[in-house]
C-alpha cells in the first residue's frame, strides 16, 4: 500500500466560524451550522444543531460542507471525535471548532477516512495535548498526518462491511429516539396536560413527590475496604457519547459505588443540563455504578416505569436545571434529595397501569436494541483495525 499525506488525497482540510454576535445569531431555521456537539465517534448527532439565516451562511461560503465531507472535532474536550456529514442536514457550515476534511474519491473513500480517523485517534488525542494551553488540532498537524491506501476497490470492500454494521446501529438508534419520544409525549398527555381525562385532573388524583413513590440509594460501598466485593466481576454502566448506556468490565477501586438491582432508575447527577438517563431494566443484581448517579428505587416495583416516565420528561428535565449547585458548566451538580422534592400528580393503581402497559413495551424494545448496539460496536472495534491493516483479507468479497 502507498504511504500519502492526508493533503494529498483531500481536496480541502479548514474549519469555520462562529457567526459574529454568537448564540443570539442563531435562527430557529435556516442554514444548519454544526458545532461540535453534533459531531460523535462515527455518528452525527442532531442535538443541539443550530441554524443561521442566508446572509449569515453567506459569510461562511468558504466553509459550505458538502455531502460526501467527514467531520473532525480540533478543540476541546471532544477533541478527534469524527463523523461523516449528514446528507439531511444540508446546506450546512462548520464553526470553528470543527474541521471539515474533504476528500478526492478517486483517492480516498470517505467512509475510508473515517475508519481510518477513529483507529488513529490516540494518535490524535496525544497530538491535539501537545499545545501550551488546551487540547486542540491544527490546519498543519491533520494535512501531514500520514496515511497507508490500498486501491479504491480494496477500499470498497473494507467499507461495505464495516458501513453495514454503522448502519445497523445508525437504524437502533433512530428507532430508540422515536419511541423515546413517543413515551415522553405520552407521559405528558395523560399526567401534565391530562388530555384523556378532559383535560383536568380527576377526582381522586393529587399532587405529591416523588418521594411517594421512589427511594434514592445512599449507601454506597468503597471496594478498598470491602474486599469481599470483587468489582472485576460486576458490569460497570457509563453513558456513551449519545447518552445510552454502555456496559462494561472494570477493576477500578478508587471511589464508591452503588450496588444496582432490576429495579434501579438512574440519572446523572454532573451536568443535569444534557439530560443522561436510562432505566436498566436488563440488569441483574451483579452491576454496580459511580456516585455520579442519581439512583431512584420504586417502592413498587409495578412503579417502575412509571417513575421512569416521569424522569425522562422535558419538565423534571428543565427542574434539575433549575435546581443545581457550582459555579462552573463541568462541575454543577443535582443534590439526589432534592430531587425527591419534584411535584407529581398521583393516579390511582390501575390507571398507572394502564399506562404501563403502553410503555413497557417501548422501554423494553429501546433496552433490546441498546444491547445489540453494545455487540455491534464490539464487533466493529474488533473489526476495524485489522480489515485497515489489512490482516483481515477481503479478495474474496463479492459486491
Not at 97 to 121: G, M, T
Not at 175 to 196: G, M, V
Not at 356 to 376: A, F, G, R, W
Amino acid at each position: 500500500m502507498a504511504v500519502y499525506k492526508l493533503k494529498d488525497v483531500c481536496l480541502k482540510i479548514g474549519s469555520g466560524a462562529t457567526p459574529r454576535g454568537g448564540k443570539n445569531a442563531y435562527c430557529d431555521k435556516g442554514i444548519s451550522l454544526i458545532r461540535s456537539q453534533n459531531v460523535l465517534d462515527f455518528t452525527f448527532s442532531y442535538d443541539g444543531l443550530a441554524h443561521i439565516n442566508e446572509q449569515q451562511a453567506q459569510k461562511l461560503s468558504n466553509v459550505e460542507v458538502k455531502a460526501q465531507d467527514v467531520l473532525l472535532n480540533i478543540t476541546g474536550d471532544s477533541v478527534a471525535r469524527a463523523c461523516k456529514i449528514n446528507v439531511n442536514v444540508l446546506p450546512a457550515r462548520v464553526n470553528q471548532h470543527v474541521a471539515i476534511i474533504r476528500p478526492d474519491e478517486n483517492k480516498i473513500l470517505s467512509s475510508y477516512l473515517l475508519y481510518f480517523l477513529q483507529i488513529i485517534k490516540p494518535y490524535l488525542l496525544q497530538l491535539a495535548s501537545s499545545g501550551a494551553t488546551r487540547n486542540a488540532l491544527t490546519k498543519n498537524m491533520i494535512e501531514n498526518i500520514e496515511i497507508k491506501l490500498p486501491d479504491i476497490h480494496v477500499q470498497q470492500k473494507i467499507v461495505s462491511i464495516l458501513d453495514d454494521i454503522q448502519m445497523k446501529i445508525n437504524e437502533n438508534n433512530r428507532i430508540n429516539k422515536n419511541l423515546e419520544q413517543q413515551a415522553q409525549t405520552l407521559y405528558s398527555a395523560w399526567f401534565e396536560q391530562f388530555i384523556p381525562f378532559n383535560s383536568s385532573m380527576p377526582s381522586g388524583w393529587h399532587y405529591g413527590t416523588i418521594a411517594d413513590i421512589a427511594v434514592i440509594k445512599t449507601n454506597s460501598f468503597n471496594p478498598q475496604k470491602n474486599p469481599g466485593v470483587m468489582l472485576e466481576h460486576y458490569s460497570i454502566p457509563s453513558f456513551d457519547e449519545q447518552h445510552y448506556p454502555v456496559f462494561e468490565c472494570s477493576d477500578n477501586v478508587k471511589s464508591n459505588k452503588y450496588i444496582l438491582t432490576k429495579n434501579s432508575v438512574l440519572a446523572s447527577k454532573l451536568n443535569p443540563d444534557t439530560k443522561r438517563i436510562w432505566r436498566p431494566i436488563y440488569l441483574t443484581d451483579s452491576a454496580v455504578c459511580s456516585t455520579e448517579f442519581i439512583v431512584f428505587e420504586a417502592k413498587k416495583p409495578t412503579y417502575k416505569d412509571f417513575l421512569f416516565s416521569v424522569i425522562d420528561s422535558q419538565s423534571f428535565s428543565d427542574w434539575m436545571c433549575a435546581h443545581t449547585t457550582g459555579s462552573t458548566n463541568s462541575r454543577q451538580r443535582t443534590t439526589p434529595t432534592t430531587t425527591l422534592e419534584y411535584k407529581i400528580p398521583i393516579a390511582s393503581n390501575e390507571i398507572i397501569a394502564e399506562f404501563c402497559s403502553l410503555v413497557t413495551p417501548m422501554y423494553d424494545l429501546i433496552n433490546q436494541n441498546l444491547q445489540e448496539n453494545q455487540k455491534l460496536s464490539s464487533l466493529r472495534n474488533l473489526l476495524l483495525p485489522r480489515l485497515i491493516s489489512g490482516e483481515i483479507d477481503v479478495s474474496n468479497i463479492d459486491f
